[in-house]
């Protein structure tokens, strides 16, 4: 990001320096009036003996420091040893100038001092020019902090404004990541797919082939319409998996049953798009397939303890297959090398998505199948 895009968005949170500068001084005048009151305990003094000369010392102070903002502002890439060295040096010059402007209005208020003649060059001859710069080490120290102030707020929303980028840039990192992800899912199931229509096609089912063209046509639509950064309800994830199934059950006909068993109070909950389709897909491809009739997937879904719980689960032979190398409830685990892009993407995006309150866990059958569950916080649309 250029530098004036990073100072437009730290000049929208960081205060105007005209403001901060104004209040800064004007707490000086109040905090030493309120001193001085209290010190001579009258509040009749208040006039023209404490307030007045208070507040020409806080303007000379203000119109003094202002341009110290512009010197400061090509100090920022000096090192620290040098940074203070400038600092020290402004705050000294800028209490030269001070300290005699400050006196003068204390004098001629406090003390009746006839300003006139010491301007003109004919003091009195009991004035000595030293008296001038009375209290300059009090003014260095004023205008010490006024500049320790002015970097320590900028260096705040600088801070500030870098923590934005950095929390923006892993945003549109995951963003990125999560697109990557989900799109991945596309190419793997429309390669499976056009396998499918070719051999129906081959074997002169041209209706069939037709049929599930049409579905096809309609999943990706489907796909390509939901931003893959965002979740959707449970409801038209179903919907979305309904379809692929509709194209299965064309390829396998009655070998092919699928049960859903839907809590009412689900369908609402947000998921993450296409996150079922893989694993359904799984099943068929290592279940379904290896089985000449009486395949069985079923898909469950129900509210537990602040969590929705997921699990699809096939009746198919145990045997080795994309499951069995992905890790239960443990994240990142690389699934297996040939068959293991939908069962790795999910877990990919469940990481990135759930990081700390999600779990995936992929177990055999008493007797036949996998099952995999995945447990998600409830979310509502």
């Not at 204390?106 to 300003?115: L, T």
Request: proline share 4%; with cysteine; net charge neutral.
């Amino acid at each position: 990001m250029n530098g004036t895009a990073e100072k437009f968005i730290a000049n929208k949170d960081k205060p105007p320096f005209w403001l901060l500068h104004s209040l800064g001084w004007m707490t000086y005048v109040f905090i030493f009036t309120v001193d001085n009151v209290f010190f001579y305990r009258e509040f009749n003094k208040l006039g023209f003996e404490v307030f007045f000369p208070l507040v020409l010392s806080g303007i000379f102070a203000a119109l003094l420091t202002w341009p110290l903002r512009y010197i400061y502002r090509q100090c920022w890439g000096l090192p620290s040893g040098w940074l203070i060295v400038a600092i020290m040096l402004c705050s000294l010059i800028v209490s030269g100038i001070w300290t005699p402007a400050k006196n003068l209005a204390m004098w001629y208020f406090y003390e009746d001092f006839d300003v006139l003649p010491l301007i003109i060059g004919n003091p009195s001859d009991d004035f000595r020019w030293y008296m001038l710069f009375m209290s300059v080490s009090y003014a260095f120290f004023m205008i010490f902090v006024w500049s320790t102030l002015y970097f320590g707020i900028n260096y705040h929303f600088r801070l500030i404004n870098e923590k934005k980028l950095h929390i923006e840039a892993v945003r549109l990192s995951h963003i990125s990541q999560i697109k990557m992800l989900r799109y991945q899912i596309n190419p793997h199931f429309l390669f499976n797919t056009l396998n499918a229509i070719s051999t129906l096609v081959l074997r002169g089912s041209k209706d069939k082939a037709n049929g599930m063209l049409i579905r096809l046509s309609t999943f990706l639509r489907f796909s390509l319409d939901n931003d893959p950064e965002k979740k959707i309800r449970l409801y038209e994830e179903l919907k979305a998996l309904m379809l692929y199934l509709e194209i299965e059950k064309t390829r396998f006909d009655d070998r092919l049953t699928v049960k859903f068993e839907i809590e009412p109070q689900t369908e609402a909950l947000l998921v993450p798009s296409l996150l079922l389709q893989p694993l359904v897909e799984n099943s068929i491809k290592f279940a379904i397939a290896q089985m000449s009739s009486g395949g069985v997937i079923k898909v469950t879904a129900k509210c537990q303890n602040g969590t929705l719980q997921m699990e699809v689960a096939d009746n198919g032979p145990v045997q080795d297959n994309a499951y069995l190398d992905a890790a239960s409830d443990v994240k990142g685990q690389t699934a297996s090398s040939h068959t293991g892009v939908g069962v790795q993407n999910i877990i990919d995006r469940l990481n990135v998505l759930y990081p700390d309150s999600h779990s995936f866990n992929i177990s055999r059958g008493l007797t036949a199948g996998y099952h995999v569950k995945i447990s998600i916080p409830m979310e509502y649309s």
